[in-house]
């Protein structure tokens, strides 16, 4: 019977995405905190969507670096 192994190509894949999940919840944010902090400023409505949009992929890409991980891991 063979033993399983993570495989190393996959985990790297899964940890760059953790990396920009990670880079992406620290940047949305800043910018939704920077778009309410100018309401008065024409640049608030584009500055708070792009800033939901970089914390919606956080969340993505957490999520896709997680199971990436996992497969790495259990899959064969």
């Not at 760059?16 to 939704?32: A, D, E, Q, V, W």
């Not at 409505?45 to 956080?58: E, F, K, Q, S, T």
Request: aromatic share 10%; net charge positive; glycine share 8%.
């Amino acid at each position: 019977m063979e033993t399983k192994h993570t495989n190393k190509k996959v985990l790297v894949e899964g940890l760059k995405k953790m990396g920009i999940s990670l880079l992406c919840m620290f940047l949305g944010p800043s910018l939704i905190h920077i778009a309410f902090s100018n309401q008065e400023k024409p640049l608030y409505i584009p500055i708070l969507i792009l800033g939901i949009l970089v914390a919606g992929c956080a969340v993505f890409f957490a999520f896709k670096g997680l199971k990436t991980i996992l497969d790495s891991m259990f899959k064969k």
